[in-house]
Nanobody
Framework: QVQLVESGGGLVQPGGSLRLSCAAS????????MGWYRQAPGEMHELVAT???????HYTDSVKGRFTISRDGAKNTVHLQMNNLKPEDTAVYYC???????????????WGQGTRVTVSS
């Protein structure tokens, strides 16, 4: 069993910053990648950023230069530093981990419950 727990969401004014964190725990053998997705009201699930175990990062175009993803491998934690937030960043943010669980033969995706980010004045 693997669990992902997000924290750090909230209400912020346009131009402000938030830092999201996600901690993976449980029967983890290895983590290949972790990332953040978001879903705004009435919109589809959208990739925000990912980071591999080797530190390779990927961002969707709309957040490049504003968001930074990082990970602490020793703590199985990933962070998303979000700066210069815009109203269109308002969404529920979900943590995703591509994880090989102890006893499993294949990696699979695990998801957190989500944390809400609201950008409004």
């Amino acid at each position: 069993q693997v669990q992902l727990v997000e924290s750090g969401g909230g209400l912020v004014q346009p131009g402000g910053s938030l830092r999201l964190s996600c901690a993976a725990s449980g029967n983890i053998f290895s983590i290949e990648a972790m990332g953040w997705y978001r879903q705004a009201p009435g919109e589809m699930h959208e990739l925000v950023a990912t980071i591999t175990s080797g530190g390779i990062t990927h961002y969707t175009d709309s957040v490049k230069g504003r968001f930074t993803i990082s990970r602490d491998g020793a703590k199985n934690t990933v962070h998303l530093q979000m700066n210069n937030l815009k109203p269109e960043d308002t969404a529920v943010y979900y943590c995703d981990g591509l994880i090989l669980s102890t006893g499993d033969e294949e990696r699979r995706h695990y998801w957190g419950q989500g944390t809400r980010v609201t950008v409004s004045s």
